[in-house]
Nanobody, 116 residues
């Protein structure tokens, strides 16, 4: 069964950086888009970043210029580099893959807390 495992979250001060990783249990098909979502307490899950391999990346307006989504096909891993973190970035972050929308089962996510 396919599985996604997120890691790399933690507690960081405002202005700090984190790199999240998402390891897939099997090869991610080349035609799949890759996504990072987040869910803050009391809020709905929102799309943060999307990578269409070899084509484009898209970001939530509030993270543009601060977050970067990349992938390493050889490692079946998707990354989210987060710089200049703000308190409003605090959330549980999830990754997923699929054709235009998430397809695989959701993982447990990784908690990111931005606080002084």
């Amino acid at each position: 069964q396919v599985q996604l495992v997120e890691s790399g979250g933690g507690l960081v001060q405002p202005g700090g950086s984190l790199r999240l990783s998402c390891a897939a249990s099997t090869r991610i098909p080349n035609v799949f888009d890759m996504f990072w979502y987040r869910q803050a307490p009391g809020k709905e899950r929102e799309l943060v970043a999307k990578l269409t391999p070899g084509v484009t990346t898209n970001y939530l307006d509030s993270v543009k210029g601060r977050f970067t989504i990349t992938s390493d096909n050889a490692k079946n891993t998707v990354y989210l580099q987060m710089n200049s973190l703000k308190s409003e970035d605090t959330a549980v972050y999830y990754c997923n893959v699929g054709i235009r929308s998430p397809l695989w089962p959701w993982g447990q996510g990784t908690q990111v807390t931005v606080s002084s």
